[in-house]
Antibody, heavy 120, light 109 residues
Framework: EVQLVESGGGLVQPGGSLRLSCAASGFTFSSYEMNWVRQAPGKGLEWVSY????????YYADSVKGRFTISRDNAKNSLYLQMNSLRAEDTAVYYC?????????????WGQGTLVTVSS | DIQMTQSPSSLSASVGDRVTITCQAS??????LNWYQQKPGKAPKLLIY???NLETGVPSRFSGSGSGTDFTFTISSLQPEDIATYYC???????????FGGGTKVEIK
């Protein structure tokens, strides 16, 4: 069974940092592209970042570029999101999501999400 | 960047009703359009991929159609368990970007 489990969320002050993790199981993690998607309280879904299966290709939404860093450790079946210079508008539930291997254009599995709250 | 306009933002319908949601892209996206269901406090769940393909295990009352810029998502007979927010999503590979529609909250009348 495919499972994605996020962790690392919490309360952080503006300007602070946080590192999210996503533990993958039930599939060959190293073969799949992965993404982070977030959802502010009561709002819609917003794509945050993409990483290729090898980690060699990375993209970010303009809203987080220069502040967030996506990475992965295929030996540990884990995806990460390092978030620096956090702002109040980064407050959201952060989901990791797997890209379907055949199509490459949709997310076939999602984690349960981890809440990040940026507040003083 | 491609913009996705989803409508309506909310709707109320009776059990058994046919429900239709539309999603319009700001430019041609071929059939790279997907639909997700999100229930309160839960992660989104893929229902329809590549505009019209039903994900495995999803009830057949859900369907999708369209290509180019105009897409439609339909629930043929609304059930109580379908109460959720539905999102369209497109993928653009030049440069790689993912965009979601604003969502449609479906409620029972």
């Amino acid at each position: 069974e495919v499972q994605l489990v996020e962790s690392g969320g919490g309360l952080v002050q503006p300007g602070g940092s946080l590192r999210l993790s996503c533990a993958a199981s039930g599939f060959t993690f190293s073969s799949y592209e992965m993404n982070w998607v977030r959802q502010a309280p009561g709002k819609g879904l917003e794509w945050v970042s993409y990483i290729s299966s090898s980690g060699s290709t990375i993209y970010y939404a303009d809203s987080v570029k220069g502040r967030f860093t996506i990475s992965r450790d295929n030996a540990k079946n884990s995806l990460y999101l390092q978030m620096n210079s956090l702002r109040a508008e980064d407050t959201a539930v952060y989901y990791c999501a797997r890209v379907n291997a055949y199509s490459g254009s949709y997310f076939d599995y999602w984690g349960q999400g981890t809440l990040v709250t940026v507040s003083s | 960047d491609i913009q996705m306009t989803q409508s309506p933002s909310s709707l109320s319908a009776s059990v058994g009703d046919r429900v239709t949601i539309t999603c319009q892209a700001s430019q041609d996206i071929s059939n790279y359009l997907n639909w997700y269901q999100q229930k309160p406090g839960k992660a989104p769940k893929l229902l329809i991929y590549d505009a019209s393909n039903l994900e495995t295990g999803v009830p057949s009352r859900f369907s999708g159609s369209g290509s180019g810029t105009d897409f439609t998502f339909t629930i043929s007979s609304l059930q109580p368990e379908d109460i959720a927010t539905y999102y369209c999503q497109q993928y653009d590979n030049l440069p790689p970007r993912v965009t979601f529609g604003g969502g449609t909250k479906v409620e029972i009348k």
